[in-house]
């Protein structure tokens, strides 16, 4: 069953996409990039309320738009770890080494849940996948690096998303779909099989990522999904 995924950025976001059927409430902030940090401060007070709440649902967090140094991305993770969120979302920019940055990973995998996010507009070794998993992470994701409103049916066609869901869920990880997704998009990518799929635009005011969350464009995307279980 594919479950929803709202990217909040505050305790007043994470309550409206709960009370509207969001599955996994995922913390971002959309004004400073791709996968934009929240401060660690409001990232507790979010975790705090969604366990405390009557809706309590698994939480992601990302570390933000970090480049692919070990050094810096295990900062990051151990930062958020305090914090109590359920997956850490790492970002794979492009860099020339993955394995670089990889290996030292692998010393927090067992205790920490990472969700690797590669990029539609990038191009990847074709080990990524299973040198992820071999790293030790709980889930990847497909998303956008770029956030001009393509999708990443832009970059790449159905086949090429159902192609990569069945090899990630093949290896025993979680697989989601993110990206500038619209309602539209649930018809279509739904029935490829990803564990989730991610929203923040499609799930915004005037579908813009930056305004506020608007409960009814919530609401119309947990049908879309229910429709097509």
């Keep these: 069953m594919t479950q929803l995924l709202i990217s909040v950025t505050s ?3 994470a309550q409206l996409a709960l009370e509207n059927g969001a599955d996994i409430i995922d913390l971002k902030d959309p004004h400073s990039g791709a996968l934009g940090a929240l ?3 409001l990232i507790k007070s979010i975790v705090h309320y969604i366990h ?3 809706h309590s649902k698994p939480i992601s967090a990302t570390i933000g738009d970090i480049p692919m140094q070990s050094d810096l991305i295990l900062e990051q993770v151990k930062l958020l770890a305090s914090a109590k969120v359920d997956f850490i979302k790492i970002g794979f920019f492009e860099a020339g080494n993955y394995q670089a940055c990889l290996a030292p990973l692998k010393a927090v995998t067992e205790s920490t849940s990472l ?3 590669l990029f539609a507009e990038y191009v990847y070794p074709p080990t990524i996948v299973e040198d992820i998993k071999h790293a030790g992470f709980k889930g990847l994701m497909l998303d956008t690096a770029h956030k001009n ?4 049916l832009y970059y790449h066609n159905r086949q090429y998303c159902e192609d990569l869901a ?3 869920i093949a290896t025993g990880m979680t697989f989601g779909l993110a990206g500038s997704l619209k309602l539209q998009d649930i018809a279509t990518l739904s029935p490829l099989g990803p564990t989730y799929l991610g929203f923040r635009s499609g799930a915004c005011a005037k579908y ?3 305004k506020n969350l608007d409960k009814n464009n919530i ?3 947990n049908k879309a999904l229910k429709i097509l279980l």
């Excluded at 409103?149 to 990443?152: D, S, V």
């Design 52 to 54: 405390t709440s009557n």
């Design 39 to 41: 401060p660690l401060p």
């Design 11 to 13: 305790v007043e976001e």
């Design 149 to 152: 409103g393509l999708t990443i």
């Design 219 to 221: 609401k119309a995307l």
């Design 166 to 168: 069945k090899k990630v």
């Design 208 to 210: 813009s990522r930056t």
């Design 115 to 117: 969700v690797a996010v």
